[in-house]
């Protein structure tokens, strides 16, 4: 019996090499400033919940812990002697974390179960039995699983409204998706309708040029059968020396005003009149083809957004969609028409125009050389001629790293920077034509004239890689449920 209470009471020494934390002897002791000693793993679980010493209530840093190895010796050499061995902490659910001891009180503030030594930690706490805290955590677990319950409620109503959405989001984009297809099945239809008849107007002309050019090869293949006839009967004739051979004279011979010779033909008299008929107007119109203005229910662009072929210089080479044209070095073999630019280096655009507002935006990059303008429909087209206001061109220029207005004068204009683009506008009532950076928007130079007749763009690309390219204008398309028309296009500033 003895024996027993010698070994559950503790020894003198045995009291002071106990952790005040976990009862037992120290285990790797450390020393906080405030000269208390407790178990390194005592310490770190007290430091998760407070940062104060857990006997004297004065707060420290974890640094500032330092090992008590004078101590430690201690321990261990009283563990030696004594035979006995360190308690270990094992925590579990029914004990506290930091003193292992039971989980008898209740605190309302921190709102967890504490044990009895852990009062001193607690001090200006309220604390309650786990009889009396158990109602309490109760209700306010209720409290707060109702306030939960109104949250997942919420959740919920926002969740359905969220699904709702997405079904009317659905319903929008299909019934849209109907309204698109119609419109543009409407679209199609008129662009269908509008494609056959281009391209049975482009049959229709194709096959009238091409009768009216085969009428003139058999009436000029005739008139050579018989200029070769007349020239064999002229030869023959030459070969006789009859009076009246003598007596005529060879341009009566030719004009057949003598009996004894066949007369020649009358189509052959003016040889260069036949040849300017067989070409004036026999090649196709391909900018009309392209037109917008061509039909006003098409969204295409208009005019002036187009170049005509049948005016470029065999020195000039045009894309495809007649918007993009470069001066090249080889000659290319086209019909020498009287609309052809030939020797200057031009281009019209393919829209003539007599009255109202226009305006067209030519993009010219980095061109060392080139000019951009209007001119006359009568402008010398076979000929070299001067760019200048008095020859009926209202044009800009740039040549050597100099802009010039096209007037009498050639007026050098100074700009700050070098424009990309450069906007035509022309007032033909007012007589105007005015020149902009069309990047930036800036005024240039305005020309005045009191303009007569048809006026075409112009357009000199210089001899460089990049092509002079017409911009293409915005287009704000306006639909109409009418029979009579179907889109409503306008190009837009």
């Not at 004036?280 to 006003?296: F, I, K, P, Q, S």
């Not at 105007?432 to 130079?445: A, C, Q």
Request: charged share 25%; proline share 5%.
């Amino acid at each position: 019996m003895s024996d027993n209470m010698e070994e559950d009471e503790p020894l003198p020494l045995q009291q002071e090499l106990t952790c005040p934390v976990c009862q037992g002897i120290f285990r790797d002791p450390m020393l906080l400033p405030c000269t208390h000693s407790f178990c390194r793993q005592c310490l770190e679980e007290n430091f998760k919940y407070s940062k104060k010493c857990p006997v004297c209530r004065e707060e420290y840093e974890k640094d500032k812990a330092i090992a008590n190895r004078a101590l430690n010796s201690t321990c261990e050499s009283f563990l030696k002697q004594t035979n006995k061995r360190p308690k270990t902490i094992q925590p579990s659910d029914a004990v506290c974390n930091l003193h292992l001891k039971p989980l008898e009180l209740y605190c309302e503030k921190d709102e967890e179960p504490v044990c009895v030594e852990c009062v001193t930690l607690h001090s200006t706490h309220r604390l309650y039995t786990l009889s009396d805290g158990a109602p309490m955590c109760k209700k306010e677990l209720s409290e707060r699983v109702h306030i939960f319950e109104k949250k997942v409620d919420s959740y919920k109503k926002t969740s359905r409204n969220l699904k709702n959405a997405v079904t009317y989001i659905k319903y929008q984009a299909e019934e849209a998706e109907k309204q698109i297809k119609a419109e543009f099945q409407r679209l199609h239809d008129v662009l269908t309708a509008e494609e056959a008849m281009r391209l049975k107007a482009l049959s229709d002309e194709e096959g009238e040029k091409i009768a009216g050019i085969q009428k003139l090869i058999e009436s000029t293949e005739k008139d050579v059968v018989a200029m070769k006839e007349l020239i064999d009967t002229i030869k023959k004739e030459m070969g006789n020396e009859d009076l009246p051979l003598l007596r005529a004279s060879a341009v009566d011979c030719f004009l057949g005003e003598t009996p004894a010779l066949p007369s020649a033909p009358s189509s052959l008299s003016a040889p260069s009149a036949l040849l300017g008929l067989s070409v004036v107007g026999v090649l196709l119109t391909v900018a009309m083809g392209l037109d917008a203005a061509y039909r006003e229910d098409l969204m295409w662009f208009t005019c002036s957004l187009a170049s005509a072929p049948n005016t470029a210089s065999p020195w000039l080479s045009l894309s495809s969609d007649l918007v993009g044209v470069k001066e090249i070095s080889e000659r290319l073999t086209v019909p020498d028409n009287p609309q052809r630019f030939d020797p200057c280096v031009f281009v019209l655009g393919a829209e003539a125009y007599t009255s109202g507002k226009h305006k067209w935006d030519v993009f010219v990059g980095d061109n060392p050389k080139w000019i951009v303008g209007v001119c006359r429909e009568s402008l010398q087209r076979k000929k070299k001629f001067t760019v200048a206001t008095n020859r009926g061109v209202w044009a800009l220029g740039l040549s050597k790293g100099v802009y010039n207005v096209m007037t009498t004068k050639r007026e050098e204009l100074q700009l700050q920077q070098r424009p990309e683009k450069i906007r035509v506008k022309l007032n033909i009532e007012k007589g105007e034509v005015s020149f902009w950076d069309g990047g930036l928007g800036k005024h240039l130079v305005t020309l005045t004239y009191k303009f007569e007749g048809a006026i075409f763009p112009i357009f000199g690309p210089g001899l460089h890689s990049s092509p002079m390219a017409l911009v293409p204008g915005k287009i704000a398309i306006h639909m109409s449920t009418t029979q009579d028309k179907v889109i409503d296009v306008k190009m837009q500033d």
